[in-house]
């Protein structure tokens, strides 16, 4: 069973950084396309960033200019670095692997809260 484990979320002042982590009990080498969705209360889940398997990204419009997404693969290990944050970045984070087979998992996510 494939895991995911999300971490460094946490609360954060509008305008400061915060990096996540997803680590996976996996090698990520071949993996099509790791990414991070995020789901604030009563609202659907939505796409931050994909990185995919040749290094190309794509990011959501709200978070393009502020969020970077990487891979370590020796670390089996996808981050997001957060910047200039803002209140309406506050959602649960979660990582979601699709495999080479298009099998999708997801990690138990990590909280963000942007406040003063």
């Known amino acids: 069973q494939v895991q995911l484990v999300e971490s460094g979320g946490g609360l954060v002042q509008p305008g400061g950084s915060l990096r996540l982590s997803c680590a996976a009990s996996?090698?990520?080498?071949?993996?099509?396309?790791m990414g991070w969705y995020r789901q604030a209360p009563g609202k659907q889940r939505e796409l931050v960033a994909n990185?995919?398997?040749?290094?190309?990204?794509d990011y959501a419009d709200s978070v393009k200019g502020r969020f970077t997404i990487s891979r370590d693969n020796a670390k089996n290990t996808v981050y997001l670095q957060m910047n200039s944050l803002k209140p309406e970045d506050t959602a649960a984070y979660y990582c979601r692997m699709v495999t080479t087979y298009s099998f999708i998992y997801w990690g138990q996510g990590t909280q963000v809260t942007v406040s003063s």
């Open positions: 996996i090698s990520i080498f071949s993996i099509n396309v």
């Open positions: 990185i995919f398997s040749g290094g190309s990204t």
